[in-house]
């Protein structure tokens, strides 16, 4: 994902003969804007390329986000159908000193997103190929690619990799030795500020597996990215890349399945009264080392309608990983895909858990969902991943921080 505020001018753009793309309706955002639309940026784009304004049919399903708290706003969104109009794209906003947002899934969520107001809305989601090379593992995936494309693209091939793992309400304990993320998440936006993910003690975390990118900077130039290419840049987009330019293809190494790509998930609910017993067991699991291949999630939730935990349950399950987010945790992985209403996600990372803070923590969680029924699906959600292959990577070989240190994900 990449935010930039246009500073200068470098002028128009000659004409192509190229095809012009389709623009819909008849909407008047700023006739003069959208005469100067369809007279200088839509004969630069692609056949396949699409602009479409605020009160167009399609303008929801294209600008429609995750979430609306802090959005962005646009006058006009632009779908690319390849690279080249990327570059148009950037090129004419530039020119014009107009902010610009490109976007995959539409899921982030960062306050700084804010900041692009009335402008251009790349959504990049028409470049979601995903091309696996089974002699070398090597798959290339398009900028605009969500989660599910690429699941399903490498589990038909017979390969697996470290993807980025999001949230959502469940149940208290889920144990599964597997990658697993939301599948509408866009994978190069989730993937560019670290990715950690259920894999990362097999795999390391997401961006220990790119091997090139394909970026497309502010000044219009396109560069390829890589340990041998761009080798600075490389380092710095790999942790905290969102702002350099606009990926539109990266490289991830995969690596051959483990167990035929299946997976054994268990989902166990407990009494409040077992919390510390819970935490505990995991300390002594986050102490000695927590086998690569497990990821525990552990969940302070609540039935939407009681807000009480329910009873004691124990359900255990094997699932291909592209079923994952699916049929894991009731189906409510794929459920937090829906794009509505305001919300919002905090993060910190913890070596262990205290006890006696966590049922402080516990409890007052639970009396905030009382006193406010109206967020009670709100969930509180700790991440225990291994951490064998993040720690394997040099810890100044990219730009993402404190590799060596987190244990926890909150």
């Known amino acids: 994902m990449f935010l930039k505020t246009a500073l200068a001018s ?9 095809a012009a793309p389709s623009i819909e309706g008849t909407t008047r955002v700023n006739s003069f804007e959208k005469r100067d639309v369809a007279s200088t940026l839509a004969t ?7 602009i479409v304004f605020p009160q167009d049919a399609h303008w929801q399903h294209v600008t429609e986000r995750w979430t609306k708290y802090l959005a962005p706003s646009f006058q006009v969104a632009v779908e690319p159908a390849v690279e080249a109009d990327v570059v148009a794209i950037v090129k004419y906003a530039v020119a014009r000193n107009i902010s610009f947002l490109a976007q995959g899934g539409r ?3 960062a306050p700084e997103l804010q900041k692009t107001q009335n402008g251009i809305l790349i959504n990049m989601e028409q470049i979601h190929h995903v091309v696996v090379d ?18 399903n693209a490498t589990y038909a091939a017979g390969r697996e990799m470290s993807m980025s793992y999001c949230a959502c309400q469940g149940t208290i304990v889920n144990l599964s030795p597997a990658v697993g993320s939301c599948p509408c998440v866009g994978v190069l936006g989730a993937t560019l500020g670290g990715g950690h993910g259920r894999l990362q003690g097999l795999h390391g975390m997401s961006i ?8 497309v900077l502010a000044n219009g130039k396109t560069i390829n990215v890589s340990q041998h290419e761009n080798a600075d840049l490389f380092w710095g987009i790999r942790g905290a890349g969102q702002n350099y330019g ?27 009264e077992k919390l510390e017993q819970v935490l505990e067991l995991m300390n002594q699991q986050i102490r000695a080392a927590l086998p690569p291949e497990l990821a525990v999630n ?22 291909n990983w592209s079923e994952l987010p699916f049929k894991t945790a009731s189906g409510l992985i794929a459920a937090q895909c829906l794009k509505y209403g305001y919300k919002n996600t905090y993060s910190l990372n913890l070596a262990t858990f205290d006890t006696a803070t966590m049922r402080s923590v516990y409890t007052s969680w639970g009396n905030f969902l009382a006193a406010h029924p109206n967020v009670n699906a709100s969930t509180l959600l700790f991440e225990v991943f291994g951490q064998q292959a993040v720690r394997a990577a040099p810890d100044k070989g990219t730009a993402f921080p404190n590799r060596m240190f987190s244990n926890i994900l909150v």
């Not at 470098?10 to 190229?18: D, E, H, N, P, R």
């Not at 990926?247 to 009494?271: K, N, W």
């Not at 552990?298 to 124990?314: E, H, Q």
């Open 134 to 151: 089974k002699a070398t593992g090597i798959v290339a995936v398009g900028g605009g690619t969500v989660y599910e494309q690429v699941i």
């Open 107 to 109: 899921h982030g969520y």
């Open 44 to 50: 630069r784009l692609s056949r396949g390329a699409s």
């Open 246 to 272: 606009i990926v539109v293809e990266a490289d991830f190494q995969t690596a051959p399945q483990v167990a035929h790509g299946l997976l054994y998930d268990v989902e166990m609910q407990f009494a409040d």
């Open 10 to 18: 470098l002028g128009l753009l000659a004409a192509t003969s190229q």
């Open 298 to 319: 552990i969940v302070f939730g609540a039935n939407t309608t009681t807000l009480k935990l329910g009873p004691v349950t124990f359900v255990e399950n094997i699932y």
């Open 208 to 215: 220990d597996s790119i091997r090139r990118l394909r970026v």
